[in-house]
């Protein structure tokens, strides 16, 4: 004990043991991340498959394999959905070069999985309304099978079905996934010019990720929350640039993704901007109509009721 060194320590660090937090510093402001491809592809894929392909599934499969009182096909893609996607969520903020807040990370992903689950029970219902002639073109006291109900309070049952579904599941499951998504956007600059560039694989996946975030902003309504993400993104950018700091690949697939999910976003609401049918349903400034409520007024005559057991 006593030696000069542990003396000379104990009144003043020592230079050949960086203190933690400044290790810390260094990594964040010099480790660049390469492209994530297998994180990026898993995710666009299960999107593609457990999210989009939910009502498909529904719809496809014969109706006997699932009776109207049990767990759809969707259902279970449903499921599957709300697990995995929160898995790969932490995994990509995992590989993020950048020390983010973990504390709103998991509160992000706690509120997420509440969110898709009330959605999962809302839009389940919803979806097994159309085998009896529901319409989603309509509002709830507008369709036919409903407006029918007896004794009246029933409709007010359904309609708050359709708020858990539409408004409160919406809003608890895309608010922290969109927030998640900013979070990791935040760790994605780097000062090598190098790394200012996208792969090949991230130009392939830009597309497939793009569409899907067309889909999600529109069948979710979400337009408000997907645009005020975007801006905040296009913020940061601008306010790194000053700095020297430049996105690196993964962070270029995101903003890509997001402008062309604006482009598409356009495009549909072009497109139907005259459609006197779905005005009604979509009334206000903003008019953004949902893709299943098209597919049920345009694209497909809806399955006849089951018979009666």
């Known amino acids: 004990p006593g030696s000069a060194r542990s003396r000379s320590c104990s009144t003043a660090p020592c230079p050949s043991v960086p203190s933690r937090h400044g290790a810390g510093k260094a990594e964040d402001s010099f480790k660049t991340s390469p492209f994530h491809l297998d994180l990026w592809f898993y995710f666009t894929l299960q999107n593609w498959v457990l999210d989009f392909g939910r009502p498909i599934a529904m719809i496809i499969l014969p109706l006997e394999w699932f009776p109207l009182n049990k767990p759809s096909a969707g259902d279970y893609f449903h499921m599957a959905y709300n697990v995995i996607t929160p898995f790969l969520l932490l995994k990509l903020i995992e590989r993020s070069p950048k020390t983010l807040p973990r504390s709103m990370v998991y509160v992000s992903i706690i509120t997420f999985v509440m969110g898709a689950s009330i959605h999962l ?5 919803n979806h097994r309304l159309i085998f009896s002639g529901y319409q989603h073109h309509l509002s709830v006291r507008e369709n036919p099978i409903i407006r029918n109900l007896k004794p009246e309070t029933l409709i007010d049952s359904f309609e708050l079905l359709y708020y858990y579904d539409e408004y409160l599941g919406h809003s608890l499951w895309y608010i922290p996934f969109f927030l998640i998504l900013f979070i990791y956007f935040t760790g994605c600059f780097t000062p090598v010019a190098q790394q200012s560039r996208m792969p090949l ?7 497939p990720s793009s569409l899907y975030y067309w889909y999600l902003v529109t069948e979710g309504q979400i337009f ?5 993400t975007f801006f905040a993104m296009l913020a940061l950018v601008l306010r790194q640039r000053r700095k020297g700091l430049a996105l690196d690949s993964n962070g270029l697939f995101l903003l890509h993704s997001f402008i ?12 139907l901007w005259n459609d006197q049918t779905l005005r009604r349903k979509y009334p206000g400034v903003i008019y953004i109509p949902e893709p299943w409520a098209f597919y049920t007024l345009h694209v497909s005559s809806l399955r006849a009721p089951a018979p009666a057991r």
């Open 121 to 125: 029970v809302g839009d389940s219902v």
């Open 201 to 207: 694989p991230a130009l392939l996946l830009v597309g």
């Open 224 to 228: 408000i929350l997907y645009i005020f």
């Open 260 to 271: 062309l999910t604006l482009l598409l976003i356009a495009a549909w609401v072009g497109w």
